[in-house]
């Protein structure tokens, strides 16, 4: 039902409709926007995932939306190919140039997705929402402890950015990203959080 929603919602970037799926570091939100992507596909004849860490950098964590702004956006709104680069954590540099048509939807997925300056893009923005103790779990098991200091730096800018941007009071949907009980079919069904 969420597929059909997104695929029926009024596209606010050309013909574009824009689902941010944000939420906190470890939240859930990459194996969400995955499942919802594959949801998505089945019902609308193009569709892309994007990730926030293929634009944030190690010198921004956040100031990375004038950029995809400009490179991405813009042009999909007036129809035109997306020129951009993906950045690179391990070698801390941008890569090759690439580009993308217009899609029907797509789905940008991390941390400062559904940000407020995002809002005239987006058609949707879901919050994925995941008690504080599992995330650093989830972080601690997916990044181990080489990836300490870097989740130290992360969690102070983090807070910073939910202070100044409270995204989750915006959101169209709350997702729970841990459920007590988990779903009979998880790549199918979620929970709503509150």
Not at 28 to 49: C, D, I, M, N
Not at 93 to 118: D, H, K
Not at 172 to 192: C, E, M, Q, S, T
Request: proline share 7%; charged share 25%; with cysteine.
């Amino acid at each position: 039902w969420l597929a059909t929603i997104i695929s029926e919602s009024e596209p606010h970037c050309g013909d574009v409709r824009v689902v941010a799926v944000d939420g906190r570091g470890a939240a859930g939100k990459s194996t969400f926007a995955a499942r919802l992507h594959t949801a998505v596909s089945a019902t609308t004849p193009s569709t892309a995932l994007l990730h926030t860490d293929d634009f944030a950098s190690w010198e921004t964590f956040f100031g990375w939306w004038p950029r995809f702004e400009e490179q991405i956006l813009a042009p999909w709104a007036h129809g035109n190919l997306a020129r951009y680069q993906r950045y690179d954590w391990t070698t801390r540099e941008f890569g090759p140039p690439e580009q993308c048509a217009p899609p029907s939807v797509l789905i940008l997925e991390g941390v400062g997705s559904g940000r407020a300056a995002a809002d005239r893009w987006l058609s949707s923005l879901i919050w994925v929402q995941t008690g504080q103790l599992t995330r650093r779990r989830r972080a601690e098991v997916r990044d181990g402890e080489e990836l300490r200091e870097f989740w130290r730096l992360w969690l102070n800018e983090e807070e910073a950015h939910f202070r100044r941007d409270p995204t989750a009071a915006r959101a169209d949907l709350i997702v729970d990203g841990d459920p007590a009980v988990p779903p009979d079919d998880p790549d199918r069904d979620f929970l709503l959080g509150r």
